[in-house]
């Protein structure tokens, strides 16, 4: 039994419910069960207005709970993807590519490469016919470990339940509704029916200048941000260099995973679709986390030496409050604040000092206390501290520093 519980607006409530009843009618032909939902508090909250990424207006959401009791094929064999062929218009001169769309979760996570080859994409392991079809299938055995690519006639072959394929289609089918389900809780499903058709193509180097100014939400806001954005014609040339970064990386990604085939079969064309949005939003999204681990790799390293004074400009990431042991009683708050080239301060404020808010970029005076180490990543904790909010032009190249840092 899957149960997910989500916030959504009160509006979206009937756009969900005709998704629920798709799947449910799907559901009843193939006597499985169907999902059920049950609307619970309501509350008065703020609303995302999608286009100018802000809160808009105060509206009520409710809460709905939703279930359902997905079943799969018992045996030998188990289904865990399907394998489409990804191509564009005339536009895209030729490129074509795989896409893997996992259907459950399994122990190896990834199908083998052999099954990115686009030129066997539509060929059945069981029949040996390499003809036209929307897709094939992946089967594991879940004894010999063996992966077999079939077609949706020939899948009989390897599941006792006749319902086999459609419980496949089925599981796809509950996909786009979580999807769904998501996308009403960020308040989308009216808008998109308010906004009208949505164009079939946008040109990759413009959809992922677009996804750049939107990176810090899910994939999935990403996607649908950077599509408004292109069609509405919005100006996005700031993360020109960005954007052709992130391309080139994509397109020469190494590794045979599953997702990085997708990436360098999605960002291979010159113009995408719908279909293969989100898995560019999400590259994005993965590019920059990249370079923040690769940033955090270099900047690994300790400040000074223990008993030594320090002086530094810094930027507050947060403040973890904590009761203290120690006298005066109450509460006391660990600051975690990062120097302009990455490296890491850490400083524990007593309840009678004055504590630091997230965020701030702060010009600070004390002493080197000690050096430990966190979850592998070397920090330096300081003490006797004096802090004020930076300023002043001998400190504007460093703050510079780190709002840069920031915005990226």
Same mark, same amino acid.
């Given at each position: 039994?899957?149960?997910?519980?989500?916030?959504?607006?009160e509006?979206?409530l009937p756009?969900l419910?005709k998704e629920i009843?798709?799947?449910n009618?799907?559901a009843?032909k193939?006597?499985? +069960?169907?999902?059920?939902?049950?609307v619970?508090?309501a509350?008065?909250?703020?609303?995302m207005?999608?286009?100018?990424?802000?809160? #808009?207006v105060?509206?009520?959401?409710?809460?709905?709970v939703? +279930?359902?009791?997905?079943?799969?094929a018992?045996?030998?064999?188990?289904?865990?993807?399907r394998?489409?062929q990804?191509?564009g218009?005339?536009?895209?001169?030729?490129?074509?590519?795989?896409v893997?769309?996992h259907?459950? *979760?399994w122990e190896d996570?990834?199908?083998?490469a052999?099954?990115h $080859?686009v030129d066997?994409?539509h060929?059945?392991d069981?029949?040996?016919q390499n003809?036209?079809?929307?897709?094939t299938y !992946?089967?594991?055995?879940? !004894?010999t470990g063996?992966?077999?690519?079939?077609?949706s006639?020939?899948?009989d072959?390897?599941f006792?339940?006749d319902?086999?394929?459609?419980?496949?289609?089925l599981?796809e089918?509950?996909?786009?509704?979580?999807e769904?389900?998501?996308q009403?809780? *960020?308040?989308?499903?009216?808008?998109k029916?308010?906004?009208?058709?949505?164009?079939p193509?946008y040109?990759?180097?413009?959809?992922v200048?677009?996804?750049?100014s939107?990176?810090?939400?899910s994939a999935?806001?990403?996607?649908e941000?950077?599509?408004?954005?292109v069609?509405?014609?919005?100006d996005?040339?700031?993360?020109e260099s960005?954007?052709?970064e992130i391309? $080139?990386?994509?397109?020469?990604i190494?590794?045979?995973?599953?997702?990085?085939?997708?990436?360098r #079969?999605?960002?291979?064309?010159e113009y995408?679709?719908?279909?293969?949005?989100?898995?560019?939003?999400?590259?994005?999204?993965?590019?920059r986390?990249?370079?923040r681990l690769?940033?955090?790799?270099?900047?690994n390293?300790f400040?000074?030496?223990?008993g030594?004074?320090l +002086?530094a !400009?810094?930027?507050v990431?947060?403040?973890?409050?904590f009761?203290?042991k120690?006298?005066?009683?109450?509460k006391?708050?660990?600051h975690a604040l990062?120097?302009?080239?990455?490296?890491q301060?850490v400083w524990?404020?007593?309840?009678?000092?004055?504590w630091?808010?997230?965020?701030?970029i702060v010009?600070l005076?004390?002493?080197?206390h000690r050096? #430990?180490?966190?979850?592998?990543l070397?920090? #330096?904790?300081?003490?006797?501290l004096t802090?004020t909010?930076?300023?002043g032009?001998a400190f504007?190249?460093?703050?510079?520093?780190l709002?840069n840092d920031?915005a990226r």
């Amino acid at each position: 039994m899957t149960t997910q519980r989500h916030r959504i607006p009160e509006h979206n409530l009937p756009y969900l419910e005709k998704e629920i009843d798709k799947f449910n009618r799907r559901a009843a032909k193939l006597s499985a +069960e169907p999902i059920t939902y049950r609307v619970e508090e309501a509350d008065v909250g703020p609303l995302m207005d999608l286009f100018l990424d802000r809160v #808009t207006v105060a509206v009520m959401h409710v809460w709905v709970v939703i +279930e359902q009791a997905l079943s799969q094929a018992e045996g030998e064999w188990g289904l865990v993807a399907r394998l489409s062929q990804a191509k564009g218009d005339q536009k895209n001169n030729g490129h074509r590519g795989v896409v893997v769309r996992h259907l459950t *979760r399994w122990e190896d996570g990834t199908v083998p490469a052999e099954f990115h $080859d686009v030129d066997r994409v539509h060929e059945c392991d069981y029949c040996e016919q390499n003809r036209r079809r929307k897709g094939t299938y !992946v089967v594991h055995n879940r !004894v010999t470990g063996q992966y077999r690519r079939v077609g949706s006639t020939c899948m009989d072959k390897f599941f006792e339940d006749d319902n086999a394929l459609a419980l496949a289609q089925l599981a796809e089918l509950f996909k786009e509704v979580e999807e769904k389900v998501k996308q009403a809780a *960020r308040g989308e499903l009216a808008k998109k029916e308010e906004y009208g058709i949505i164009r079939p193509h946008y040109p990759l180097t413009d959809f992922v200048r677009a996804a750049c100014s939107h990176a810090y939400s899910s994939a999935g806001e990403v996607a649908e941000k950077a599509k408004r954005d292109v069609e509405d014609g919005l100006d996005t040339t700031a993360h020109e260099s960005e954007a052709a970064e992130i391309i $080139d990386w994509a397109r020469n990604i190494h590794g045979n995973t599953d997702y990085e085939n997708n990436l360098r #079969t999605a960002y291979g064309f010159e113009y995408i679709d719908s279909s293969l949005a989100g898995i560019v939003a999400s590259g994005v999204l993965q590019h920059r986390k990249a370079q923040r681990l690769s940033q955090q790799a270099s900047a690994n390293e300790f400040t000074g030496d223990p008993g030594v004074e320090l +002086e530094a !400009v810094a930027q507050v990431e947060s403040v973890k409050t904590f009761a203290s042991k120690y006298p005066p009683y109450g509460k006391a708050a660990m600051h975690a604040l990062k120097l302009p080239d990455g490296r890491q301060l850490v400083w524990f404020a007593s309840p009678r000092e004055q504590w630091m808010q997230e965020g701030q970029i702060v010009q600070l005076q004390g002493r080197i206390h000690r050096h #430990t180490t966190y979850k592998g990543l070397k920090q #330096t904790q300081v003490n006797k501290l004096t802090w004020t909010i930076a300023g002043g032009i001998a400190f504007a190249p460093m703050v510079n520093a780190l709002v840069n840092d920031e915005a990226r």
